[in-house]
């Protein structure tokens, strides 16, 4: 199993930026993929953004591409998420996701990290 612990997050302004982090422990050696997740109060949990553990650049969403910007540490396990130019749309719980090799999805969550933006 991966556990996964992240921090980072809290109130800011519009246009204001964030760093969230977010540390893998236990069976890393597993782990395919990383990624960040974020639900918004009344909304279904969204992609934000995943990178593969072996190699590739990250992916993103739409809605955070060109403002988000993740990042890894190979050795620690852990992942960052450069947040930029943060709107209030942006304000949601913020999870840490761990794709396994063989899994379908990710299967392995944090607890999350609440990021409020206000106008």
């Known amino acids: 199993q991966v556990q996964l612990a992240e921090s980072g997050g809290g109130p800011v302004q519009a246009g204001d930026s964030l760093r969230l982090s977010c540390g893998a422990s236990?069976?890393?050696?597993?782990?395919?993929?990383m990624g960040w997740f974020r639900q918004a109060p009344g909304n279904e949990r969204e992609f934000v953004a995943a990178v593969r553990w072996g190699g590739g650049s990250p992916e993103y969403a739409d809605s955070v591409k060109g403002r988000f910007r993740l990042s890894r540490d190979i050795r620690t396990h852990t992942i960052y998420l450069q947040m930029s130019e943060l709107k209030p749309e942006d304000t949601a719980v913020y999870y840490c996701?761990?794709?396994?090799?063989?899994?379908?999805?990710?299967?392995?969550w944090g607890q999350g990290t609440q990021v409020t933006v206000s106008s």
């Open positions: 996701a761990a794709k396994s090799y063989g899994a379908s999805a990710f299967n392995s």
């Open positions: 236990g069976s890393t050696v597993y782990i395919a993929a």
